[in-house]
DNA sequence: GATGATATCTGACTAAAGTCAGACATCATG
DNA sequence: CATGATGTCTGACTTTAGTCAGATATCATC
């Protein structure tokens, strides 16, 4: 009753039944599930047919039977792929568009519905965001991104807020040498978001300099994304950035009040150096040859 | 992207295709979804067959049918229920035992790879506990249970070490005044343990003594619980169960490190009384007539 | 023991989902 | 421009799920 596999299937349990109740309220619309899910797809931005039928794990058969009926209705236009005539690409009519927000408005309600329902709203947000990050973990992609997109800047803002957490002295990022944005895109560096589904869960910044070495900034990884190894892969990637941008020395500063970030440098074939800046936060600095 | 309802509908897309897996991997027995359900239902000791129609909600032709198809199997008996013929009760065969274990084990295996994949096990754990209490909370169930059973124990322990935690000259349970078993089961008291599916999240003891009151004991409400306003229902009931058993005044103690309880004793019909024993660890003392 | 209520079952459906083989157009390549 | 590969579509299925109107047996009650 009490071991992690009973709470894991406690869990199971509970969460069945809540997806069953919603796709329940998706049937009020007076469409079978399968028409309603490839209209949501598509809705989302999935275009491509393949893509769709990928992601829904159908048939072509079915698929191209339920594309059918969603045309017949008036909600979807298919037309052939600009690249490649073989490919179809769907994207939803006027019509359609009114019937995804139907669809979205329903799907809002019930999570609106269940956030009035729970006080302590926000303890249980980072737990499902926590749990979805953990299922989701083997589907978390990294995307090179701009470091003033919106998904960047949430996860600075998050960065700040955890330095400032984690420094007895506090973290004022003016008092930091805050990279300029265009030293991270290329081809000066680059920045680097992890998304789990539509959710920012970490970043690293590789900052270009004049000196000979590229920096790594700004690796952060969500506390509900903790243990899935994402520092890692992301610390990877930066590197492979660097690689095909030909910059062959690496260098960062770190904090040893950030002890996991030490012990993966460390473990990662990174060397300690001596400081190599001005900064008045960070107290280890490492370098690595790539 | 960020805000709580995206957040909500993001988890349910995670835990949506989580699903979708077991489920799929139930289907590797060959046999459709419907009929394992109801395997798996009896497997889980629902036996009447209403009982598990109305669990599933399923159309009792429906209903019926899949149960002849498990007969046809082998692995389910039907009879006549003992007491009234038009019922049946549905029972597994040694062969429907065998088949209940396979998928059992696959649903284990699901559960223990999930928790093999990931580190932070206990926390991890503990968001999925809180996620599935608050999706569960209507369906939370207030037990009357003798306080030596495994769930009471259980509940008494998480208890105790929450003292621990909160108190800042730690908890002893040998110093404080630890009731006897004996005074809280009917007809001197009760102890009601609140549960969540199979996981007890909640306690309340009603003590009887000799001295014309009945004392409330051990209230205690799961982390992963708090906020569904369980402690309220708790009291209610043990309030109810004190009224039953002809108690017309209760006492109880706590202390001020536990705010949230003293909180919900005055807004509750409680008034503040002088110290009415000697445990060292209590210093509020509160009294209602009933 | 007649009567209305209840629990299950059967027959006769429909709808939805899924499968599979081939048809057809298009693409990449030599 | 012939050839094999690819992406989609159609037709012809099967299986699963679900619905509904009786039929049948049993129960509680008068």
Redesign the pocket.
């Known amino acids: 009753m009490l071991d992690p596999v009973s709470r894991v299937r406690r869990f199971n349990r509970a969460v069945t039944s809540a997806v069953g109740a919603l796709d329940n309220s998706f049937l009020g619309r007076g ?5 309603a899910r490839v209209l949501n797809a598509i809705g989302h931005g999935r275009s ?3 893509e769709i ?1 990928d992601y829904l794990g ?11 009926t969603l045309e017949d209705e008036g909600l979807v236009e ?1 037309t ?2 600009a ?6 690409v769907a994207k939803l009519t006027r019509t359609g568009r009114r019937e995804f927000a139907a669809y979205e408005a329903l799907s809002n309600a019930q999570a609106e519905g269940f956030l009035a329902r729970n006080a302590q709203a926000e303890a249980l947000l980072a737990a499902m965001d926590m749990v979805a990050s953990a299922l989701t973990r083997e589907r978390v992609v990294l995307d090179e991104m701009d470091p003033q997109s919106e998904e960047a800047r949430y996860c600075l803002g998050e960065y700040y807020a955890e330095l400032g957490r984690r420094f007895k002295q506090g973290f004022d990022v003016s008092l930091s040498r805050d990279p300029d944005a265009k030293d991270m895109r290329r081809p000066r560096g680059t920045f680097i978001v992890a998304m789990s589904d539509t959710l920012p869960i970490g970043c690293v910044g590789l900052k270009g300099t004049d000196r000979g070495y590229a920096e790594i900034k700004r690796l952060w990884v969500a506390p509900a994304a903790r243990g899935l190894r994402l520092g890692r892969r992301l610390m990877d990637a930066a590197e492979a950035a660097a690689r095909e941008l030909g910059i062959a020395l690496l260098r960062l500063d770190t904090n040893s009040a950030l002890p996991e970030a030490g012990q993966l440098y460390r473990t990662t074939g990174w060397r300690e150096i001596p400081r190599f800046n001005d900064d008045p936060y960070p107290d280890l600095f490492f370098e690595k040859r790539i």
Chains 1, 2 share one sequence.
């Open positions: 469409r079978p599930l399968g028409a491509d047919v393949a039928r159908l048939d072509s058969g079915l698929m191209s039977r339920l594309l059918r298919t052939a792929h690249d490649d005539a073989r490919r179809r």
